[in-house]
């Protein structure tokens, strides 16, 4: 927990991801498996390595971030 709350930035409704991992799911052997979908603009995508994950969430907050550049 951090000592000063109020200075840790806030959790944003557009970062919000939600993770379903397949039952065969075993990340203490490097294999995971299963579903990533971006709450706020519904994007999913299947995904067999932790790389494809990342990869899935650095693309779609790059475009949140573009989106918040292009309205301001």
Not at 12 to 33: K, N, R, S, Y
Not at 39 to 48: D, E
Request: proline content about 6%.
């Amino acid at each position: 927990m951090p000592e000063h709350p109020e200075r840790t930035p806030s959790l944003q409704a557009d970062h919000t991801f939600v993770v379903q991992l397949h039952a065969t799911t075993q990340p203490e052997a490097g294999q995971i498996t299963g579903r990533i979908e971006h709450l706020v603009s519904r994007q999913a995508t299947m995904f067999a390595s932790l790389e494809a994950l990342v990869d899935f969430m650095a693309r779609v907050l790059r475009e949140v971030r573009q989106a918040h550049r292009a309205a301001d």
